[in-house]
């Protein structure tokens, strides 16, 4: 089983409605990040947070620290958020800083 | 954006034969390094370094070496190319304690 498990993998919805992509992991961390990742493969980093929540945009970020989840809303979804969204973890039974995974969720909006 | 460049960013190359991926920033970046990315998993890590000549195995480790002489550079040899080394590459860097880590835009390796 992975560390770190997402859902949906794949999403599609309709310009405008509300997304809400789930991350669950396994480990303890000390941070948990969501990167975003364009078709044209770059990944830039949207969030890290370790507590409560985070919102920039139309993005919004939470994590239950207690039941090791997270989530990733967008709010009035447009065709430009199509991407692969990816949730990594820190944890902290590594003595360094290194992250784990999850294998993305793959959202595609419409018009 | 972290100023972060690799080269080159598409490589055909054989198997047996040795490939050389090299990672370059402008930030000043402690930590640098090298995933791989391939479908149904996510981001591995390779190698990882945390300063000039210090540097430590990831999880997917085996047939590759890397090498940092120089704070702005992170290079990741395949010593004899292998088809299971077709893969995506990236670097990255930061990622110290509660930092984001920043990517480069990827090195896509196939290996025939």
């Known amino acids: 089983k992975n560390e770190v498990e997402q859902s949906p993998q794949n999403l599609t919805a309709q310009e405008g409605e509300f997304i809400t992509i789930n991350c669950s992991y396994s480990?303890?961390?000390?941070?948990l990040h969501w990167l975003q990742q364009h078709p044209g493969g770059g990944i830039v980093s949207l969030f890290m947070?370790?507590?409560g929540k985070k919102k920039h945009g139309r993005l919004i970020a939470t994590i239950n620290i207690q039941e090791k989840h997270s989530s990733l809303h967008i709010t009035a979804s447009h065709p430009r958020d199509s991407a692969v969204y990816i949730c990594?973890?820190?944890?902290?039974?590594?003595?360094?800083?290194?992250?784990?995974f999850g294998t993305g969720t793959r959202l595609q909006v419409f018009p | 954006d972290a100023g972060i460049t690799q080269s080159p960013r598409h490589k055909v190359t054989e198997t047996g034969t040795p490939v050389t991926l090299r990672c370059h920033q402008t930030?000043?970046?402690?930590?640098m390094y090298w995933y791989r990315q391939d479908p149904g998993h996510g981001l591995r890590l390779i190698h990882y370094?945390?300063?000039?000549?210090?540097?430590d195995k990831g999880e997917v480790s085996d047939g590759y070496s890397v090498s940092r002489s120089k704070t702005e550079d992170f290079l990741l040899t395949l010593e004899s190319a292998t088809s299971s080394q077709t893969s995506v590459y990236f670097c990255?860097?930061?990622?110290?304690?509660?930092?984001?880590?920043?990517f480069g835009p990827g090195t896509r390796l196939l290996v025939l």
């Open positions: 990594a973890v820190r944890s902290i039974s590594y003595n360094t800083d290194k992250l784990i």
């Open positions: 480990v303890g961390i000390s941070a």
């Open positions: 947070l370790s507590s």
């Open positions: 930030e000043n970046h402690r930590y």
């Open positions: 370094s945390y300063g000039v000549k210090d540097t």
């Open positions: 990255a860097t930061g990622g110290h304690n509660q930092e984001t880590q920043y």
